[in-house]
């Protein structure tokens, strides 16, 4: 997969490519290009995407913030639903949809200044609609931050194989 985005203004900083998710037989990578734009990348073998921010991602938000960066089943290796987030100014220490506690994987920490941003990954097993409930913990302590899903919980209609999460 490096060979293939090694060239270019597409290409990774030195930190080189943080695996989002892995699966059976294709990954999920993140990597932010020497301009400070952030990539993502989906490898299956004989299959792959890649998507480019257009500008510069460098600016940290002056307070803390959980931002929902990429959605959908390209971002996942397996037959999940797959997230992109970022975490300025705090750490994610549990996510939610509803009752059920999802996996958070620590993608890479990105510093700027006096400022850190946190990327994650996370899957569900289906698309989900609704928001996301978070634990972060900030420099004054443990806070619950709602994440707002792409889809919001009343666009799913009953029937549906969506997951809804409130």
């Not at 257009?54 to 913030?65: K, Q």
């Not at 700027?112 to 990327?119: L, S």
């Amino acid at each position: 997969m490096l060979s293939k985005i090694s060239r270019g203004e597409d290409a990774p900083d030195p930190e080189g490519l943080s695996p989002v998710s892995v699966g059976a037989k294709s990954t999920v990578f993140f990597w932010v290009t020497t301009d400070a734009r952030y990539c993502f990348a989906f490898y299956g073998g004989t299959a792959s995407a890649l998507t480019c921010s257009t500008t510069p991602d460098d600016r940290i938000s002056p307070a803390p913030t959980l931002d929902r960066f990429h959605e959908g089943d390209l971002y996942s290796a397996r037959n999940a639903y797959g997230l992109i987030i970022a975490a300025d100014r705090e750490t994610v220490r549990s996510l939610s949809c509803g009752d059920e506690r999802l996996a958070v994987r620590r993608v890479r920490v990105i510093e700027a200044g006096d400022a850190t941003r946190t990327i994650y990954g996370v899957e569900l097993d289906k698309w989900t609609a609704g928001v996301l409930r978070a634990e972060v913990v900030r420099a004054d302590g443990r806070h619950t931050e709602i994440l707002p899903l792409g889809t919001p919980a009343d666009q799913v209609t009953a029937g549906d194989s969506w997951q809804v999460c409130d």
